[in-house]
């Protein structure tokens, strides 16, 4: 081995090396479980299916009767685990995609919210969806406390008929050091 291959290989150690550190610093600031979803709702039936197309190889397939109501009569939930305290910055993302019989693309509400009545928002965002993933994020800074368990992120399904695959969900709290 020459000098040049010894400088390479110490170039592509560190950048591995830093690689996995910001992956673990990174896993630090998450505030759910990304894969547990709550599905709810008598609109919907539920299943997880495997998916190679998707981080984790896994979705939620939930399908939508479209029998009218309101958006929320069907929805997934994403618990939030952890604490959220006034002026933390959240990133939130999620792998979705959205399949109807006519391909179109399906408009849903992605939100934070607490978790019982009367169900308050703290972060909303109206996002489109179509038949290849994507990854949805909402951005905001909090401008209250959550307690962990209090709160989670929630999209509201019932907005037609149609089918809806969620992949995994990461809430971060990025203001966590």
Known sequence: MNRRHLLMGAVCATAFASRAFAQDDIAKKLINEPGAWNIYGAAQTNKRVKDANVQGGQAMEIKIAGSGGNPWDAAAESPITGKITRGDKIVAAVWVRAKTADNAPVNLNMRMQISSPPYNSFGEK??????D???????????????PKTAAMTIHLNTGKQTIYLGPAFILNMSLT
């Open 126 to 131: 109206a996002i489109s969806v179509g038949p």
């Open 133 to 147: 993933w994507q990854m949805q994020t909402l951005e905001f800074t909090a401008a209250e406390d959550h307690a």
